[in-house]
């Protein structure tokens, strides 16, 4: 099992800045790729930003230019600095793992509000 401890999520304005982190501990074969998901109430988990262990990037077009992806291979953490932004950004964000398996974080809340 691979265990991943999300942090960073909460409160912002508009046009505010939250960072996320989550590492991944436990049985970690070679990583193939980190990311995060999101979920809006009433709304379909969608992805948000990928990255693979050769840094390669995906991120989805509503984020591009605000959000920026990264990872440190040596401490299995994948980290999301969230910039601009904006009230439809609220979504419990939840970080993924994939090696030959893939898991899911327990998620966190991320609000963009004035």
């Known amino acids: 099992q691979v265990q991943l401890v999300e942090s960073g999520g909460g409160l912002v304005q508009p046009g505010g800045s939250l960072s996320l982190s989550c590492a991944a501990s436990?049985?970690?074969?070679?990583?193939?790729?980190m990311g995060w998901y999101r979920q809006a109430p009433g709304k379909e988990r969608e992805l948000v930003a990928r990255?693979?262990?050769?840094?390669?990037?995906m991120y989805a077009d509503s984020v591009k230019g605000r959000f920026t992806i990264s990872i440190d291979n040596a401490k299995n953490t994948v980290y999301l600095q969230m910039n601009s932004l904006k009230p439809e950004d609220t979504a419990v964000y939840y970080c993924?793992?994939?090696?030959?398996?893939?898991?899911w974080g327990q998620g966190t809340q991320v609000t963009v509000s004035s």
């Open positions: 990255i693979t262990n050769g840094g390669s990037t």
């Open positions: 993924y793992y994939s090696d030959y398996r893939a898991f």
């Open positions: 436990g049985s970690i074969f070679a990583i193939n790729a």
